[in-house]
């Protein structure tokens, strides 16, 4: 209780330094809004659906492309943790691949694909399945022996060992995997998304630069931020929490 | 069955690791006979490879010459004829107790009834029923090589193999352990291999005692204890078995033979 007012306090102190600032510095519209206008801009958004219809395809790529790098991923780590003679040529570079920020794939993409969807869901999946991968691998590799062996001697094998065994095994480790695949599809997305024409979050955004609306770009910002947070951390921190907690990982409180 | 003829066999058995292209010999010319409803202590110090037999005998070690067989037939993979636990529980941390100890029966039945009464059984013998719907987290080591011991049963195997099984105990939890696994072997008639460095609990424990030493390992001693259990290990008996022991463990070059 002590805490929410706290925060209440910090925010109301924060949008009413920025009112000051924007009205005592006499700043432009179109270089910093007033907080009212951008709460204006966000009314308007939702109210007209011009935000949701952006947020909704923006989702629907989203998901199509992270789903896509999550089966990608899965088969790929499994295939590096089983063979080695991939894993010592495609595993090492999949390392420098991930260091290439999504937005340098973007020339790629349209060259490729042209101003269309299938552009950033390209993106997305070139982000998406390398921590996927990694991650797959990793489990598989981290299994421990004597596990396997316990189900081994029980009579376990085959089909049965997988299921049972094998996969729940490397759950833990992969639901880690997901959530920050989850965290680069995002940012991926974003990137992706200012370059093509449709709906969508990072085109709703580019449209308030083009139209030097800057509240639009602002609330826009937020609305990244917002479900960015959500999704990582509410959604995949709970399924990751909850994971810990039934492999008992962590220490039930 | 035929009543002389061995539950396991080694005959000439070797292993060696391959490490870098170094071969590393873990065991070398082995061979003993196990017999049904034996309870055998394979005794040796730390990296004499006295559990690379037990691996040989579950099957998941492939020896590298020389003849292992199980009820006269070749061991050629694990299967639930032969179960094991480990010193570390390999429990699994995904399932709860119940169904830890009912694993094993999910490989030969999807009847879920059958395999949940079956695992109550095995889980009151070791007297953790009242624990069944606990996380494996919750309990402490004892409770955990106990539900390790009631999965292993509950496969219904023909040997029970442990691997210094109350090696991560603290003194207490393991006399009360060893007083435990008698019971259960008394109860259940297996035919035990119980690996062990401890010679006082090897002593306690073993209908027979396999003592393997030296780097490579080699069979350095084979003795039968015939004294009725439960021992006093201050007997004169037992106290003359235990220096033969350390006789051969303290020169295994020079023993080597003469007391197979």
């Given at each position: 209780m002590k805490l929410a007012l706290i925060r209440i306090g910090f925010y109301a102190i924060l949008f009413v330094v920025w009112y000051l600032i924007v009205k005592v510095g006499e700043i432009p519209n179109y270089i910093l809004p007033a907080p009212i206008d951008v709460f204006e801009s966000f009314y308007f958004g939702f109210l007209k659906g011009g935000y949701l219809i952006g947020i909704f395809s923006s989702l629907v790529r989203v998901l199509i492309g992270y789903f896509l790098a999550l089966i990608i991923g899965v088969v790929t780590g499994i295939l590096l943790a089983r063979y080695y003679l991939l894993d010592i040529t495609f595993g090492k570079s999949i390392l420098a691949l991930q260091s290439?920020?999504?937005?340098?794939?973007v020339p790629l993409a349209l060259l490729w694909?042209?101003?269309?969807?299938k552009a950033v869901i390209f993106i997305i999946i070139l982000e998406a399945v390398l921590p996927v991968a990694l991650s797959t691998k990793n489990a598989m590799k981290n299994i421990p022996l004597n596990l396997i062996r316990a189900a081994q001697t029980l009579g376990s094998k085959g089909l049965h060992l997988y299921q049972n065994v094998i996969l729940k095994a490397m759950i833990p480790e992969l639901v880690t995997g997901l959530r920050l695949s989850w965290a680069f599809a995002w940012r991926a997305l974003i990137a992706g998304e200012l370059f093509?024409?449709?709906?969508?979050i990072g085109q709703t955004l580019e449209l308030g630069r083009s139209l030097a609306d800057m509240a639009q770009v602002i609330s826009m910002i937020t609305t990244i931020g917002v479900i960015g947070f959500l999704t990582e951390n509410i959604f995949f921190g709970s399924i990751e929490k909850n994971v810990r907690l039934a492999w008992g990982l962590d220490a039930q409180k | 069955m035929d009543e002389l003829s061995p539950k396991i066999e080694f005959k000439n058995v070797s292993k060696s690791f391959d490490h870098n292209s170094n071969a590393e010999k873990i065991l070398e010319d082995i061979s003993f006979d196990i017999y049904a409803d034996e309870f055998v202590c394979i005794l040796g110090p730390s990296g004499s490879g006295k559990s690379t037999v037990l691996g040989l005998i579950a099957g998941f070690i492939k020896a590298t010459s020389g003849k292992i067989s199980f009820n006269s037939k070749p061991i050629k993979r694990p299967d639930s004829s032969r179960t094991l636990v480990f010193q570390d529980y390999a429990?699994?941390?995904?399932?709860n107790i119940i169904d830890n100890v009912g694993f094993g029966l999910t490989t030969k039945t999807k009847n879920k009834n059958e395999i949940r009464g079956k695992a109550l059984e095995y889980l009151n013998l070791v007297g953790l029923s009242a624990y069944?719907?606990?996380?494996?987290?919750?309990?402490?080591g004892g409770m955990k090589q106990r539900v390790a011991i009631a999965r292993a049963l509950c496969a219904e195997p023909e040997v029970l193999l442990l691997d210094e099984?109350?090696?991560?105990?603290d003194q207490q939890t393991r006399e009360n352990m060893q007083i435990e696994i008698l019971r259960l072997w008394g109860k259940s008639k297996k035919t035990v291999v119980f690996v062990t460095h401890s010679v006082d609990e090897a002593l306690k424990l073993a209908d027979r005692i396999i003592l393997i030493g030296g780097k490579p390992g080699k069979l350095l001693y084979n003795t039968n204890i015939s004294i009725s259990r439960?021992?006093?290990?201050?007997?004169s008996e037992l106290n003359k078995i235990r220096s033969q022991i350390i006789d051969r463990l303290a020169q295994p070059e020079f023993s080597m033979g003469s007391g197979i």
């Open positions: 290439i920020p999504s937005v340098a794939w694909f042209g101003i269309t969807d093509i024409s449709g709906a969508g | 429990l699994f941390p995904w399932l069944k719907d606990h996380s494996i987290s919750q309990l402490s099984p109350f090696g991560a105990l439960p021992r006093d290990l201050k007997d």
